[in-house]
Each structure stands twice: as C-alpha cells, then as structure tokens.
C-alpha cells in the first residue's frame, strides 16, 4: 500500500452509501459483476470488469478519487487518480 496524498481529505467517517446496488446499472437493466463505494459522496457503482463500469465512470465524472471495496469481506481501497491500492 501506498501513502495516496488524497486520504486525508476524506470525510470521516466514511460516507454512508447511497444505494445497495449499482443504480445506473439497474436502470439500464445490467448486471454489477463487484460494486464500489465512493469514499467522497456515497456512490455505489460497478467495477471495472462490469460491462459499463460505473465507478469510473463516477470518478471521471466528479473528480472524487478513493472508492473501496463494496463486497463482503473485503475493505481494500483503490485512487483512480493514482492508479493504486491505497
């Protein structure tokens, strides 16, 4: 793990999510392979290996770096804009 210069300016703590699921995903009637949570705002949106990735998607769209892991059991973080595991 890396020092990501993006961690301090989280809220804390950790935003609650803002859905249980993908909801850009569930209005086009996709399917999330993983979800993600977005560290700044709430968002959930699906990983990369989903078809239309939406927690890129939310990044480029807002700037908001960190999202982690929305599965079970799993808690690791990623920095899109550092391209790594925070």
Do not use: Y
């Given at each position: 793990m890396s020092e990501c210069p993006h961690l301090p300016e989280l809220p804390r703590p950790?935003?609650?999510p803002l859905s249980e699921t993908c909801t850009?995903?569930?209005a086009v009637?996709?399917?999330?392979?993983q979800l993600?949570?977005?560290l700044v705002c709430g968002h959930v949106g699906c990983c990369d290996s989903s078809?239309?990735?939406h927690a890129?998607?939310?990044?480029e769209d807002s700037g908001h770096p960190v999202m982690r892991s929305f599965e079970t059991g799993e808690s690791?973080?990623?920095?899109?804009?550092?391209?790594?595991?925070?």
């Open positions: 950790e935003p609650a850009e995903c569930r009637g996709s399917h999330p392979v993600r949570l977005c078809p239309l990735r890129t998607a939310h990044f690791w973080r990623w920095c899109f804009a550092d391209g790594s595991i925070v």
